[in-house]
Structure formats: C-alpha cells, structure tokens
C-alpha cells in the first residue's frame, strides 16, 4: 500500500505541474482520451477502487483522516460517474473542456497541494 500512495502522489504531482504550465496541452490531450471511452461507466470504477485503496493504505499515514477523507471523495466521484445519467455527465464533460485556462491552472494548484500534502503524511 506504500507504494499506492507513493504512485498517487507522483501522479498528481505531474498532472498538477501539466495543468499549472500546459494547460491547453492537457485540455488536448483530455479530448482525445474523453472521445476513444465508449462507455464512461467503466471509467467509474477507476476512482472507486482508488478510494478502497485509500481507506486500506491508512495505516502508511501520520493522519489517517487524510486517507479516509481522500477515499471518500474518490468513492463519491466514482459512484457519481456511475449514477449520473449520461446528459448530465456529457454536460460536466463540456463544462471541463469549455473552462478558461485558469480554471485548469486552480486545479492544477489544488492537485499540488494534495500531492505535497500526500507526501508529507506518508510513513
């Protein structure tokens, strides 16, 4: 489970620094994955697993309210993508696709953020 987290952190750490410098590149790249997924419930069962991951890997944590809060809100993600009807979820798709750069900047600082933090509470 250590290494879970260590692939998490590095992985928002990219994906933070990506959204932060290149956003339009990663706005690029977000389309053509987002047009290759037949079927966007499959991708719901990504988050859902990280965030049984999460709750698992606690005890690598100095705060364990770090893990279980990170798994909740990847659970809710993940049964979110699951349960919303497809309309709905093509409007949240267009919503990311359409935001201004700054917005995929904040993000790309928030992912930082948790990725620094993820980091600092690992064991």
């Given at each position: 489970?250590?290494?879970?987290?260590?692939?998490?952190?590095?992985?928002?750490?990219?994906?933070?620094?990506?959204?932060?410098?290149?956003?339009?590149?990663?706005?690029?790249?977000?389309?053509?994955?987002?047009?290759?997924?037949?079927?966007?419930?499959?991708?719901?069962?990504?988050?859902?697993?990280?965030?049984?991951?999460?709750?698992?890997?606690?005890?690598?944590?100095?705060v364990d309210a770090f893990g279980y809060a990170m798994g909740l809100m990847a659970l809710f993600k993940g049964l979110s993508i699951l349960l919303v009807k497809k309309d709905r979820m093509a409007q949240i798709m267009t919503w990311w696709v359409e935001a201004p750069s700054e917005v995929l900047r904040m993000s790309g600082v928030l992912l930082l953020a948790l990725a620094l933090t993820l980091l600092s509470l690992i064991r």
């Open positions: 489970m250590l290494y879970f987290l260590y692939l998490i952190a590095f992985l928002w750490l990219v994906v933070g620094v990506s959204l932060l410098v290149l956003p339009e590149l990663v706005r690029k790249m977000y389309l053509r994955k987002v047009a290759k997924i037949g079927s966007l419930k499959l991708v719901g069962i990504i988050p859902l697993s990280v965030g049984v991951l999460f709750f698992l890997s606690t005890n690598y944590l100095l």
